[in-house]
């Protein structure tokens, strides 16, 4: 409506600007006597003065129209961009929620396996900063009953870390490639026990090794290694990882192996902390 009368505005001013030029000439002509005169030459003029307003002004109205048009496309344009916007985060939360109901579905299969295991389903919401260390905070605390020394898993029963740190709404999770993470661990078909030990070298390439094994153990890349659930921080038969190398430890008297977890954990957004399972010795 604002183009429209501006339009309108326009074409009144055209029109009043070339009246106003013939009521110049005809007035001038009359004071000179030359009324006959000036009707003849306004007439004579009034034609062409009159083709060139009205040009003048379909010119200007092309112009004002394509503007309008302008204007209404830019509008349509960023409406259209808001739409898809609101469409493209639609998506993203729907995957979101169809990946968090798989990881429930399986979650369940997983509590039908372990009776004794208490879960608590938790978001990561941050991850460490630091260089020395591997770890990241979750969204829940106290106010749930987690504990320190918690231990924390995916949904398919791979081991992600401990619990070391609470408050009343977080956690801090240790993960189990940090310097300072250490467990009790079997390895291979016949269950080698060995300690699972985090290194700054080892935790830079996303591993951690597994050392101290007992006399006469032997084990072999491509082992699977399970937490034994010695000392009843975690509960036992939880999957850790595999064997990808066997090194010489310094002095050569003693090897370890380079194990590599089997969840990635630079890729998790939700875990479960296994607030209470039956200890088995």
């Known amino acids: 409506m604002k183009n429209y009368l501006k339009r309108k505005g326009i074409r009144v001013g055209v029109v009043v600007l070339v009246a106003a030029i013939l009521v110049g000439a005809c007035t001038h002509a009359h004071r000179g006597g030359q009324a006959g005169a000036a009707r003849n030459a306004a007439a004579s003029l009034s034609g062409p003065v009159q083709k060139a307003a009205t040009a003048l002004t379909d010119w200007m109205e092309r112009i004002y129209a394509s503007r309008f048009r302008y204007d209404q496309l830019a509008e349509e344009n960023e409406a259209l961009r808001r739409q898809l916007s609101q469409a493209q985060a639609d998506a993203r939360e729907a995957a979101e929620l169809r990946e968090e109901n798989e990881r429930l579905r399986q979650l369940l299969d997983l509590a039908e396996k372990r009776r004794d295991f208490t ?120 999957v850790v990882g595999t064997v990808t190398e066997i090194l010489e430890e310094a002095g050569g008297q003693n090897s370890y192996g380079v194990v590599k977890p089997s969840c990635e954990l630079d890729t998790l957004s939700q875990v479960f902390v296994i607030k209470d399972f039956q200890v088995v010795e």
Request: charged residues 20%; contains cysteine.
């Open 119 to 238: 879960f608590e389903a938790v978001k990561i919401t941050s991850r460490g900063s630091s260089n020395w260390s591997s770890t990241f905070t979750i969204s829940k605390g106290e106010d749930y009953g987690i504990e320190v020394n918690d231990c924390v898993v995916t949904e398919t029963e791979m081991l992600v870390g401990q619990v070391i740190e609470v408050g009343d709404t977080w956690a801090t999770v240790r993960t189990l490639i940090d310097v300072d993470f250490n467990a009790g661990a079997f390895v291979g078909e016949d269950h080698h026990a060995g300690m699972l030990v985090g290194g700054f070298a080892l935790m830079q390439k996303g591993c951690t090794s597994l050392t101290y094994l007992s006399e006469g153990a032997q084990m072999f890349v491509g082992d699977t290694v399970l937490t034994s659930g010695k000392g009843g921080a975690f509960p036992s038969g939880i």
